[in-house]
């Protein structure tokens, strides 16, 4: 168990739609990561936030987007969602600087 | 996009022998880490080696770094049926916002 929390573990929405994926991080830790993780691939780098900042971005389009709250907690927020979201969500966190990342379980989003 | 990539894409083989996946790159790094992925569920980090470094140990895991060739591999040995998992390589730049990892491979390791 690394400590790092996810909600909620599947999800199912229909295209168009908008969705909101939770996490906490592991206690002290104040860097948090967002990875999209399709089928059979290896997990794809959304963005990073620290300190409430968006710190640095892969190539994802707008819709999504992100938010950390002060007790580090974050969330992913993905609108006009397209069939090619379905995916498992990860998120991971660690100590600024850190380079060894603490991933939680996953939210499986089926996109219909 | 993907930064690593791991060959092979699947491994089978029986309990007790090794195992060697090797992962290459294509840009610089700051370290490179293998974790470990059960069945679609979080990543576990197995072990992390720096640039500086060539070869680091960590129980049964072997790792190897050549960054003139931009690869590294990771040998499991005397490998059990609970190595059965999915394993990926990770690089991580200097700034480390932004890691990479690779498609993976699928390791089974039959009773």
């Known amino acids: 168990e690394t400590g790092v929390t996810q909600s909620p573990t599947h999800l199912i929405k229909t295209r168009g739609q908008q969705v909101t994926l939770r996490c906490s991080s592991q206690?002290?830790?104040?860097?948090v990561s967002w990875y999209q993780q399709a089928l059979g691939q290896g997990p794809q780098f959304i963005f990073q936030?620290?300190?409430?900042?968006?710190?640095g971005r892969g190539n994802f389009p707008p819709r999504f987007s992100g938010l950390q709250f002060p007790n580090y907690s974050s969330e992913l927020n993905v609108n006009a969602l397209e069939l090619d979201d379905s995916a498992l969500y990860l998120c991971?966190?660690?100590?600024?600087?850190?380079?060894?990342?603490?991933f939680g379980a996953g939210t499986r989003l089926s996109v219909l | 996009s993907q930064q690593g990539e791991e060959d092979p894409q699947a491994l089978s083989i029986q309990e007790g022998e090794n195992a060697t996946m090797n992962c290459s790159y294509k840009?610089?790094?700051?370290?490179l880490q293998w974790y470990r992925q059960n069945s679609g569920r979080g990543l576990v980090h197995l072990i992390l080696?720096?640039?500086?470094?060539r070869e680091k140990h960590s129980g049964r895991l072997r790792v190897t770094l050549d960054t003139s060739k931009k690869s590294s591999s990771l040998l499991i040995t005397a490998s059990r049926a609970a190595d059965t998992a999915s394993y990926f390589c990770?690089?991580?730049?200097?700034?480390?916002?932004?890691?990479?990892f690779g498609a993976g491979t699928r390791l089974t390791v039959k009773p």
């Open positions: 991971a966190s660690s100590p600024r600087g850190a380079n060894i990342q603490y």
């Open positions: 206690s002290g830790h104040n860097t």
């Open positions: 936030y620290y300190r409430e900042e968006e710190n």
């Open positions: 840009t610089s790094i700051n370290n």
């Open positions: 080696i720096r640039s500086n470094e």
């Open positions: 990770a690089t991580g730049a200097y700034n480390n916002n932004d890691m990479r």
